[in-house]
C-alpha cells in the first residue's frame, strides 16, 4: 500500500515539476518559435537533414526556453499583479529562482552549444537573440512602448535562423524572411497590448505605440499590418535571390494578409477588445499559414 502511495507521489511530483519546466519556459510560445525555424530551414535546404532538423529543434528550444526563463525571474515581482502570470512557478513560490536561474544558465549553454553543431552564424544569432530578449528588451518594458520595436528585434529571428542554419550563410533572402517577421510581430503584440491593457498597467507596462487604447494607436497597427503584408509577397517578384514565391502563393498570402487588414480596420473604427482578439487571432494564423504556404511552394516548383 505505502509503496503505490510512494509511487503515485513520485508521479505526481514528476508531473508538477515538468509542468512548472513547461511554464518557465512557456512550452506552447517555444514550439511556436521552433516551428517557424524549422519552416526556414525546409525552405532554403537543398537536402533535408534529419539530424540538422533535430539539433534546430532542441537548440532552438533551449535557446527561445532560456529567453524566458531570464524574463520569468526579472518580472517574478510584476508578474504577481496580472492575473495572466500570476500562476507562474516563480511567483507563487513553486520555484525558487536560483532553481530558475540554473535552468535559463543551462539552457542557454545547451541552446547556444547545440546551434553551433549545426553551425557557427546559427549559433551566433541564436546567441544575440537570447541577449537582445533578456539584457535589453525585458528591462525596457515598465520604461517606454517603443519596448515593441526592441522585442521584435529577437522575435524576428526564428524564421530567418532556420536558413542560415540550412546554407551557413546570411544573405538577401534570411533578410527577407527576417523582415516579414519583424513587421507581423507589430500588429499581432499591439493586439495582445490593447486587450491585456489593463492587467499590464498593474504590472507597469505599456505595450501600445501610443501608451493609449485610442485610433493613433490603431492607425499604427494598420500601416504595420500593410507593410507586414508587403514584405510577405515581395519575394514573387523575384528580386529576393533563391527565396521566390510563386504567384498563387503570394495571392493566397495576400489574402490572408488582408483579412488581418479587415480586423484592424474594424478595430479602428470600433476600439472594441472583441475585435482586437480577432484581430490577435487572426495574426497567429497568419503567421502560421504563410511559412506552410512558403515550404510548400518551394516543394512544388
Do not use: C
Not at 507596462?205 to 503584408?229: H, S, V
Not at 478595430?267 to 487572426?282: G, I
Amino acid at each position: 500500500m505505502n509503496t503505490s502511495l510512494g509511487t503515485i507521489a513520485k508521479k505526481q511530483s514528476f508531473a508538477s515539476t515538468l509542468d512548472n519546466l513547461k511554464q518557465l519556459t512557456k512550452f506552447g510560445l517555444s514550439i511556436s518559435v521552433v516551428f517557424s525555424a524549422l519552416a526556414g530551414y525546409l525552405l532554403a535546404a537543398e537536402s533535408v537533414q534529419i539530424s540538422t532538423l533535430f539539433l534546430l529543434a532542441i537548440g532552438g528550444y533551449f535557446m527561445v526556453g532560456a529567453s524566458n526563463a531570464f524574463n520569468q525571474i526579472i518580472e517574478k515581482d510584476s508578474d504577481k499583479l496580472m492575473k495572466r502570470t500570476m500562476n507562474r512557478p516563480l511567483p507563487t513560490g513553486r520555484m525558487s529562482v536560483n532553481t530558475a536561474l540554473i535552468i535559463a544558465g543551462t539552457s542557454t549553454v545547451l541552446g547556444i552549444a547545440i546551434l553551433y553543431m549545426i553551425n557557427p552564424k546559427t549559433a551566433m544569432f541564436g546567441a544575440i537573440s537570447i541577449f537582445l530578449y533578456t539584457s535589453i528588451y525585458t528591462p525596457l518594458k515598465p520604461k517606454t512602448p517603443l519596448v515593441v520595436f526592441v522585442g521584435a528585434l529577437p522575435g524576428a529571428i526564428p524564421f530567418m535562423l532556420g536558413w542560415v542554419a540550412a546554407t551557413n550563410h546570411f544573405g538577401i533572402e534570411a533578410g527577407m524572411l527576417f523582415m516579414i517577421q519583424f513587421f507581423w510581430q507589430f500588429p499581432h503584440f499591439w493586439a495582445i497590448g490593447w486587450l491585456q491593457y489593463d492587467e499590464y498597467k498593474k504590472a507597469g507596462f505599456n505595450m501600445l505605440p501610443t501608451g493609449e487604447k485610442n485610433r493613433k494607436a490603431t492607425t499604427q497597427i494598420i500601416l504595420y499590418t500593410i507593410w507586414m503584408i508587403v514584405v510577405s509577397v515581395f519575394p514573387v517578384f523575384k528580386l529576393t535571390g533563391s527565396l521566390y514565391l510563386s504567384p498563387v502563393a503570394a495571392v493566397l498570402i495576400f489574402i490572408a494578409g488582408i483579412v488581418m487588414l479587415y480586423y484592424g480596420i474594424k478595430l479602428h473604427k470600433e476600439q472594441t477588445d472583441k475585435l482586437a482578439r480577432k484581430l490577435m487571432l487572426s495574426s497567429v494564423f497568419y503567421i502560421t499559414l504563410i511559412q506552410v504556404i512558403y515550404v510548400i511552394d518551394k516543394f512544388l516548383h
